[in-house]
């Protein structure tokens, strides 16, 4: 259960703070090691700034920016600070582009796939023990920590879809601009450095006033997918 749909359901304080006990630990480190990945790989291709400026590390206060910290709490998808970079201290530039706009998706995949793992390791743990009902019901502690590492997995998957959108400032933007832009007006990158921002909340505005969200839409296959993948593969060994 989503916080705004917690707070919009009238089902009390308890509901609340369940919402915010199930997704706070994967915003947490969604954000957190999405930021991270940038920095490291950043530094990895020879540019030191962010490692020098105190972002390459795992402490959440370093990245989080206050109001897509909220956001990301409230409607499952946000942004965090970000990470500085100069792609002039690249040892090679069309690498360490494509790279560390690569690095942050990247990990936000592997920490989806281990919320994936972990969700259906826990669910046939409490099944095998008698506690399906704790699982479907999230009470308990199979059922927590089930929804925790439950939304551990769609919180990232929502993350990787959002940040894959070519648009500035996201990562895809980079990606789309390193692979084609010999073959693209560079007007059409001009353009969209200009307007991409707000090209980008009209796309979110109208997806939420449509009820149809394509970042929604992906992220649920993306993250059914994994849990798909996972159930098959854990059951193998149960």
């Not at 990945?37 to 990895?44: D, E, G, I, L």
């Amino acid at each position: 259960m989503g916080i705004l749909s917690a707070i919009f359901s009238g089902e009390g304080i308890s509901a609340i703070l369940e919402s915010i006990l199930y997704t706070l630990p994967a915003v947490l480190i969604a954000l957190t090691f999405h930021e991270f990945a940038h920095a490291y790989v950043a530094y990895k291709n020879g540019d030191p700034t962010a490692r020098n400026l105190g972002r390459m590390t795992l402490n959440p206060l370093a990245h989080l920016d206050v109001w897509g910290f909220v956001c990301m709490l409230l409607v499952g998808f946000g942004w965090a600070k970000p990470v500085p970079v100069n792609p002039n201290n690249y040892r090679n530039y069309k690498k360490g582009e494509l790279t560390v706009s690569l690095a942050g998706v990247t990990m936000n995949l592997i920490i989806g796939i281990i919320g994936a793992l972990a969700s259906m390791i826990t669910f046939y743990a409490a099944l095998n023990n008698g506690n399906y009902y704790d699982i479907v019901n999230g009470i308990g502690v199979a059922g927590k920590i089930y929804y925790v590492f439950l939304n551990l997995c769609c919180i990232n998957c929502a993350l990787m879809v959002f940040n894959l959108i070519p648009i500035y400032p996201l990562d895809g933007y980079h990606v789309f601009e390193v692979l084609l832009g010999r073959v693209i007006s560079p007007r059409v990158f001009e353009f969209l450095r200009k307007y991409g921002q707000m090209i980008l909340l009209i796309v979110i505005f109208v997806g939420n006033r449509s009820g149809f969200s394509l970042v929604g839409y992906l992220t649920q296959y993306v993250a059914k997918g994994l849990l798909y993948a996972s159930d098959w593969l854990v059951s193998l060994f149960v």
